[in-house]
């Protein structure tokens, strides 16, 4: 290296702005390189050492010089540069006078005496990386052989920007190019990248070296390698794709299912989006340690173990469910993200929103009788709604100057409000015309990138709809709409509703600003029918909803199916009509589950009162539908949260939920059903969980214990309880247990087959009330032997067991803070963000928002900061909440008794 200084150079790409052209103004303070070459392919040759932990490699930047340049620049970090040089198309070699690292981006300035000549080039490095165990860059991860031996692969996670840490590149989506990878391994260990080996060498001090087919021109974070020890199934799709599911030795057999969900879900993805695979294999691999869910990498998608395989003799509904969600959506990500890519983070929904409506899309097809849409309202709308009622959330189109910023929006405004807004969009458009916009989308910009107005144009072309009138109010401003009925009129044909529009804010508060939506009104009525579509963008609309000859027993409903991410807050008379409908089951599942998530969140802000969200709650009494129950559960969850610690309101509470609760848990009991399916396998377990929790459970309790000690006695067995209860059942045992209990669970984290079996134990270890075994499980949970990308899950089980365990939780997290930070310090934000979550999310007072406030007023967390500030909010959310039930007639025990 020939010299190494910290300096700030100007990497912001200033365009001159125009009126006409959207995308320049969006790139004005988009924070990139500033370079007069275009890169074409990326040469990588690489050897990991599994032993220490480093990798050698040399990087052939094949590029393009435009005009005369003294300077290039190119993204490193925890890279020790050996060697670089240019290398011109005539063989002319220049090496720099000077190397300027820039701290604050992680960018490498290359300087040189003399101009660069115009045309083709070489820019060549060699460099030394680390194999870190931050699950970030090229990475390791530990795992136990068959025959017990601890080992060690290594991975990649790119995304977003930290392809830097394997190589220097300019890591940036826009910036795509072809790449040619080499990696030269040890001969037993097995590599794989994104494209089909080419050639395997091998050499005489017992390595190999292997070589992969050049990719096709892609974004940096989607390049991928592995090296280590697996087994694989395989199999071909009907249009001639072959897939192969990577798995730790020995587990080839767990693969399986996720092996032909992949196998079903790509050719369904061929004809959906009507442009075919174009890659020659697909390959998807097991990770031991891995910070998020899954990673689409073109061609070699990596995953959780728990994400991606299931033990066939003892898989739960939950964990199959789970693993076609995750599968479909990466899969869906091979076209949305990969063959057509968003040109900047600040679209980074375009990415993850559609992948997760076609994830639920695809798992619909692929499993009809799951219920998945019905699913989708209890689960990612509601996570959408939940934080887009903050005002701390953010658009879906969020503006990113700074890459580092995207880490900030991994959130469920990308992935859940953007699926939601996609839904919406498929009911206006309708099957046929949206499936057609897409399928223009992608012809006209495979392999290219893109911004959100270019797929508008294509739905709007396809449809003849005006799409990006209607979509920009969703995508381009906070929050959401709240529609209140404002009056009813009722006649003999129907009646005519008087609605408006106005935002939606958890708080209660009145916002300063009035913004309005394009908003489709989805109406049905109790007469069955199709429901009607109507686009209204104005403040006050009238809707007319017929429905002859109507009765009192005849109920309206607006958002039919909540297909909209909005609220609908309902006059009395309608919600009372509606409450009808939950108790006579005419209204559909769907339905009576989003009315009552939008009217908890309602009355949350203060828009409805605590007896009206109470008596709706009761109509749900013998209401055992899985959707629903998730529904009541959660509404009950968010109610024990703010009522812990009120004494004998908590009690009278109690009783009333024991209502809700024990009917159900009798309904379904313990032992499956040959008439279950797979979603009275799902109502089982939420049951359960109600009924061990509210009432009498002295007899849950016992079959419980029952069921521990045959698991105790036997883990492996796939008899000893129904899967869908197992980890119901062990926090069920914890929860009443002491030191002798939590040692069986130690043994039987330790004994884990599974990441499911093992985060079953990890969950029920959090759940003791004695306090000394809670703060020995705080300090488990950060003493080594928990994966890292584990480690919150025993802290979250501890602070949502009770308001001691919250405040415990808070505690140790204050106290352990700077070890907690350092061992995840170069770590993805994702993780501190969910610590932070488990630490105070569930506080219900002013007094505990100030506290966690003043707390992180010292902390320097720049990439969580969104997160502190949305827990704090929801936090002061939650006091207005608890200050609303107890100046209402609920904060008497004596009328939860009436209910």
């Known amino acids: 290296i020939s010299s190494w200084s910290t300096t700030v150079s100007a990497i912001v790409l200033v365009v001159s702005f125009s ?20 890169i074409e392919r990326y040469d990588l040759d690489l050897e990991p050492d599994l032993d220490r932990f480093v990798f050698n490699g040399l990087v052939k930047i094949g590029v393009i010089v435009h005009e005369d340049c003294l300077s290039v620049q190119l993204h ?14 005539s063989g002319k070699k220049l090496k720099p006078i000077q190397l300027n690292f820039e701290l604050e981006h992680y960018t490498m300035e290359m300087i040189f005496a003399e101009a660069l000549p115009v045309g083709k080039g070489s820019l060549n490095i060699t460099f030394v990386g680390e194999h870190n165990n931050q699950m970030a860059g090229f ?16 991975s990649t996670q790119f995304e977003s920007i930290d392809a830097r840490r394997a190589f220097p590149c300019v890591d940036e989506p826009a910036v795509k190019a072809v790449f040619g990878v080499t990696m030269t391994v040890a001969s037993h260990l097995t590599a794989l990248s994104n494209m089909p080996e080419t050639e395997v060498c091998h050499l005489s001090d017992g390595r190999k070296r292997v070589s992969f087919r050049d ?86 998608v990596t995953y959780r173990e728990i994400a991606l395989l299931i033990d066939p003799a003892k898989a739960s509904p939950q964990q199959m469910q789970r693993v076609c969600i995750v599968v479909t959506h990466e899969l869906a990500h091979q076209w949305f993200g990969n063959l057509v890519t968003m040109a900047w983070w600040d679209d980074l929904w375009l990415n993850e929103g559609f992948a997760s409506f076609m994830e639920n899309y695809a798992a619909d097809v692929l499993f009809p009788t799951w219920g998945i849409w019905d699913q ?31 880490e900030e929006v991994f959130d469920s405004i990308s992935y859940c409000k953007g699926a939601c807004v996609v839904r919406m969009l498929h009911e206006v458009l309708g099957a046929t015309d949206f499936r057609k916009g ?80 394009t908003v489709p009104i989805v109406a049905t009525a109790s007469a069955g029918g199709p429901a009607s579509v109507s686009l209204h963008s104005r403040e006050d609309l009238l809707v007319f909803v017929p429905l002859p000859n109507a009765t009192a027993a005849d109920w309206v409903k607006l958002n039919a199916g909540h297909v909209v991410p909005a609220r609908i807050a309902y006059t009395p008379g309608l919600l009372a009509r509606l409450a009808n409908g939950v108790r006579t089951r005419t209204l559909p599942a769907q339905d009576r589950a989003g009315l009552l998530l939008d009217t908890l969140a309602l009355c949350k802000a203060q828009r409805l009162g605590v007896p009206e969200l109470l008596q709706l709650l009761a109509a749900y009494r013998g209401d055992f539908d899985s959707t629903v129950l998730d529904a009541v559960a959660s509404a009950l969850g968010e109610l024990d949260t703010l009522l812990r610690g009120q004494g004998a309101l908590y009690a009278a509470f109690e009783v009333f939920a024991a209502t809700l609760a024990q009917p159900a848990a009798a309904h379904y009991g313990w032992e499956a059903q040959d008439a279950d399916g797979h979603l009275g396998r799902l109502a089982r377990a939420t049951a359960i969980s109600m009924g061990a929790v509210y009432g009498d459970n002295a007899e849950l309790l016992a079959a419980a214990r029952l069921r521990f000690a045959r698991v105790v006695a036997d883990p492996a067995s796939p008899t000893a309880v129904a899967s869908e209860l197992r980890g119901t059942m062990l926090q069920i045992v914890a929860r009443r247990g002491g030191a002798a209990e939590r040692e069986q669970l130690l043994g039987l984290y330790r004994s884990g087959q599974s990441d499911a079996e093992r985060r079953q134990a990890m969950l029920a270890l959090g759940r003791f009330a004695d306090p000394a075994l809670r703060a020995a499980t705080l300090e488990w949970a950060i003493g080594g032997e928990v994966k890292l990308q584990d480690f919150f899950f025993p802290m979250m089980a501890v602070s949502g067991a009770s308001a001691a365990g919250q405040d415990a939780c808070w505690d140790f997290f204050v106290a352990n803070f700077d070890k907690i930070r350092a061992l995840i310090a170069k770590a993805s934000p994702s993780l501190m963000d969910a610590v932070i979550g488990a630490a105070c999310g569930s506080f219900v007072t002013d007094e505990r928002a100030d506290t966690v406030h003043a707390f992180f007023a010292t902390k320097d967390l720049p990439l969580n900061q969104r997160t502190i500030e949305q827990t704090l909010e929801t936090i002061r959310a939650n006091a207005v909440f608890l200050r609303h039930i107890l100046a209402s007639d609920a904060a008497a025990p004596a009328f939860w008794a009436s209910l």
């Open 139 to 154: 990475y390791r991860s530990g795992y136990t052989a068959i025959n017990g031996e601890k080992r060690t692969m290594v």
């Open 376 to 406: 989708f309202v209890t689960d990612t709308l509601r996570a959408a709604l939940d934080l887009d009622a903050l005002e701390s959330s953010h658009p879906i189109q969020v503006p990113i100057g700074h890459a580092e910023e995207v």
């Open 19 to 38: 009126a006409s052209c959207e995308k320049t103004r969006k790139m004005v303070e988009r924070v990139l390189l500033k370079n007069k070459l275009t």
């Open 215 to 300: 990719s096709p021109i892609m974004s940096t974070y989607l390049l991928a390698f592995c090296v280590g020890e697996f087994d694989f199934v395989q199999a071909t799709t009907d249009h001639g794709v072959q897939i192969r599911v990577y798995t730790p030795p020995g587990k080839a057999s767990h693969g399986r299912f996720s092996l032909e969900c992949a196998r079903r879900s790509l050719d369904l993805y061929d004809s959906f989006f009507g442009v075919p695979y174009p890659l020659p294999k697909l390959d998807m691999i097991a990770i031991p340690e891995f910070a998020m869910g899954a990673m689409e990498n073109w061609g070699l």
């Open 76 to 89: 490193s970090k925890d890279l020790q540069w050996i060697n670089t040089e240019f290398v011109s198309e």
């Open 438 to 517: 897409l399928q223009l989308y992608m012809r006209r910009h495979s392999y290219k990138n893109t911004e959100t107005i270019d797929l508008w144009q294509a739905l709007e072309e396809a449809s003849g709809k005006p799409v990006k009138q209607l979509m920009r109010t969703w995508t381009e401003q906070t929050g959401f709409p709240v529609v209140t009925v404002v009056s009813e009129t009722w006649g003999p044909k129907g009646v005519l509703l008087s609605l408006r529009q106005s935002l939606f804010l958890a708080s209660g508060k009145v916002p300063d600003h009035k913004p309005l939506w």
